[in-house]
Nanobody
Framework: QVQLVESGGGLVQAGDSLRLSCIDS????????MAWFRQAPGKEREFVAS????????NYADPVKGRFTISRDNAKNEVSLQMTSLESEDTAVYYC?????????????????WGQGTQVTVSS
């Protein structure tokens, strides 16, 4: 059973950094491709970043390339998202997701389990 819990969101100013963390309380974490998605008010959920089961391969959405870094620690059942140079456009609820059959290029429908989300607000 996969149970994802995100943490690390908050209110920051433009240009600041923030690190999100997602912990899986299950025992099969390393079997899943992991990803972060986000949803801003009035907008659809969008892909942010993903990481392969081994942690070697990653994929990023264009708006966050060079600013965000996704990584995972399979020993700790944790996936993190380090966000730097935050912009007001990054304001959203950020969701952690796990996909059994997903690749790092998969869409949201390929992910099986989702966390409850953590709010990130960037003031300009």
């Amino acid at each position: 059973q996969v149970q994802l819990v995100e943490s690390g969101g908050g209110l920051v100013q433009a240009g600041d950094s923030l690190r999100l963390s997602c912990i899986d309380s299950g025992r099969t974490f390393s079997s899943y491709t992991m990803a972060w998605f986000r949803q801003a008010p009035g907008k659809e959920r969008e892909f942010v970043a993903s990481v392969s089961r081994s942690g070697v391969r990653t994929n990023y959405a264009d708006p966050v390339k060079g600013r965000f870094t996704i990584s995972r620690d399979n020993a700790k059942n944790e996936v993190s998202l380090q966000m730097t140079s935050l912009e007001s456009e990054d304001t959203a609820v950020y969701y952690c997701a796990a996909g059994w059959a997903a690749t790092i290029y998969g869409q949201a429908t390929n992910y099986d389990y989702w966390g409850q989300g953590t709010q990130v607000t960037v003031s300009s």
